[in-house]
């Protein structure tokens, strides 16, 4: 993009300069690397590998962390908070892996807008295409990034194509390759009609990026470029304006555009200009619907929604964080916010921001900043928090597990204590609780096995508790309601061995497999039978 074509915001317009979003990707595709250099750009680290650096430190702090570095994934979410250029970027990380998909799906509801990384070589993978379609159920705008054109890589119009046809996309390239792999010399921006190409690398590896302002028109573009690639080159451009539809930033904002980026995350192609275009493309805060009305952000009332908690964030201080999304108004340190659901007073004396590498206390926030608030259990995931207004904020569900296990305690003793240790892990979303009316064991609920894994290592490094998990006689299980309380009470009375209690006392019925599910669905049809459960 040219410089004259960006419009850059100022602090006098706070809301209008935010830009919150996430990153969502394949594991491997690159988004740690994309990530760093967008921090980098944005002058949020100072150093290359800071964000694998910081990744360690914390990797070091608990057998949690282990498991993500065993396993080359990243299981938890955290939010980065970064200036570029007057605008404010407010970046949430998403765990790639499929197992967590739950607790990407509540950050992929704090976000206005997501970054789609592909590789170049492998193009739609099958947790690309997962995340795309949480982001596709809110109309979530898309901002493609296709990440290592310096390795050989499908060719880019296959690439377009696959993107169109798979994910029913129109695609608007934003600038476009140079060869790939070996050959690979830069990228032409099809907007500034600049060419930015590949010069010396410095000490970190890093090639400078040569930018000529005339594009084809500059005579060194001759020199620089071999000639069969400039002629190629040529010919894809004047296919592409030929064949591209213009880029249209309304159809963008309500999903069904995507401007595509190709660049290496590695090689710094692609980044500032990635960065320009979700500062004057992607939608500042959006407005956000709740069970009474829209909210906009421009309304005065501090209003925000918790779509996280995590505990034990500092093992030291066994604090426990809720990530708030600010909705609208104006929040100032100290303020006074509603937990709608309880109706209770909470004063917010040390809200947290996010930055790269640290948190720092915030003054203010405004709508689309993520504000961490240390409390002891109060906030919940799902909770809505006003400064007065009676209002909840809709669609951040929790969804039926697929995989239910019955916990098993090494010293029956501690029972109490492996009660309360499931409850928390349950309200940061590491695993639901279910209490079966009858008998004794917890029944855990997870949506994939690897967060069984998690589930004991973080039982036994946080809370010392050696638990084991044994195949529950049930293998799904549905939250139940009526219209009329009597067939509930009805149903429950004659189901009493397959209900269960969820942490917050819903019912829920457990199957022992799906036709029995689908059995008694038909055989009770008063009851209804719900896969997911909005949080109140
Ligand atoms: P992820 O978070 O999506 O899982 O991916 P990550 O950034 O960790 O990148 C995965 C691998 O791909 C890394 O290599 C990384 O260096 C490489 N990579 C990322 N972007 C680019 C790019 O634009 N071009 C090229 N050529 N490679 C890229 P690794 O060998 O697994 O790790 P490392 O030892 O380099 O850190």
């Known amino acids: 993009m040219s410089e004259s074509a960006v419009s850059y915001p100022g602090a006098n317009d706070p809301i209008g300069a935010r830009r919150t ?14 990530t760093e250099k967008l921090l980098l ?21 608990s057998d949690f962390m282990k498991i993500e570095q065993q396993r080359g994934i990243s299981v938890s979410t ?27 799906y509540r950050t992929l509801t704090a976000v206005d807008s997501a970054v789609m990384v592909l590789d170049a070589a492998k193009g739609i993978e099958t947790q690309t295409r997962k995340l795309f379609e949480v982001c596709r159920l809110r109309d979530v705008p898309i901002t493609t990034f296709v990440n290592k054109i310096d390795r050989e890589s499908q060719d880019p119009f296959a690439l377009l194509d696959e993107v169109g046809s798979t994910l029913a996309l129109e695609c608007v390239p934003v600038n476009w390759p140079i060869g790939m792999g070996y050959e690979f010399k830069g990228c032409y921006d099809l907007i500034g009609k ?39 080159l040529q010919e894809d451009i004047a296919l592409i304006e030929g064949a591209c539809p213009p880029f249209d930033i309304e159809s963008y904002r309500q999903g069904h555009m995507t401007p595509v980026y190709f660049g290496s995350a590695l090689k710094n192609f692609g980044v500032d ?74 004063t917010v004396s040390n809200p947290t921001l996010f930055f790269a590498q640290d948190r720092s206390l915030a003054d203010e926030a405004w709508p689309g900043d993520i504000i961490g608030i240390p409390n002891h259990g109060v906030l919940r995931v799902g909770d809505t928090l006003t400064e007065s207004e009676d209002l909840r904020f809709t669609g951040i569900p929790n969804f039926a597990p697929e995989i239910l296990r019955r916990v098993r305690l090494g010293d029956p003793m501690k029972a109490k204590h492996l ?7 349950a309200e ?22 690897l967060q069984l894994d998690v589930l ?3 039982l036994s490094e946080e809370y010392s508790l050696q638990a084991g998990f044994e195949t529950a006689p049930f293998e799904t299980a549905r939250w139940v309601d009526a219209e009329n309380p009597r067939d509930l009470h009805d149903f429950v009375e004659q189901n009493r061995g397959t209900i269960a209690d969820d942490r917050e006392g819903n019912p829920v019925f457990m199957a022992r497999n799906t036709w029995e599910l689908s059995y008694i669905e038909k055989k009770w049809d008063k009851i209804r039978f719900h896969a997911t459960r909005e949080r109140h």
């Open 21 to 34: 979003f996430a990153i969502i990707a394949h594991p491997d595709a690159g988004k740690t690397t994309l």
């Open 41 to 61: 750009f944005g002058g949020a680290i100072h150093l290359a590998g800071a964000v694998k650096a910081r990744g360690e430190n914390r990797r070091a702090r």
């Open 419 to 425: 009660q309360r240790a499931l409850e928390d892990l």
């Open 78 to 104: 955290s939010v980065m908070n970064f200036e570029f250029k007057g605008w404010t970027f407010n970046l949430l990380d998403t765990p790639g892996h499929e197992d967590f998909s739950e607790d990407t």
């Open 456 to 458: 004991a290592a973080r």
């Open 194 to 232: 600049r060419l930015l190409l590949v010069g010396k690398e410095n000490k970190n590896l890093e090639p400078e990026v040569i930018i000529l302002d005339k594009g084809l028109d500059d005579p060194r573009a001759a020199e620089m470029i071999p000639a069969a690639q400039l002629a190629k």
């Open 273 to 346: 200009e990635l960065l320009k275009g979700l500062g004057e493309f992607a939608p500042p805060p959006r407005p956000q619907p709740t069970d009474k009305r829209m909210v906009q952000p421009t309304d005065k009332g501090v209003t925000g929604f918790v779509f996280k908690v995590q505990a034990n964030m500092d093992k030291n201080h066994r604090d426990r964080v809720a990530f708030l999304r600010l909705c609208s108004g104006h929040f100032k340190r100290g303020m006074k916010l509603k937990q709608v659901s309880t109706g209770k007073s909470i």
């Open 428 to 449: 940061e979303g590491v695993t639901q609780v279910f209490r079966p009316r009858i008998g004794a064991d917890w029944i855990v609920g997870l949506v994939g096995p």
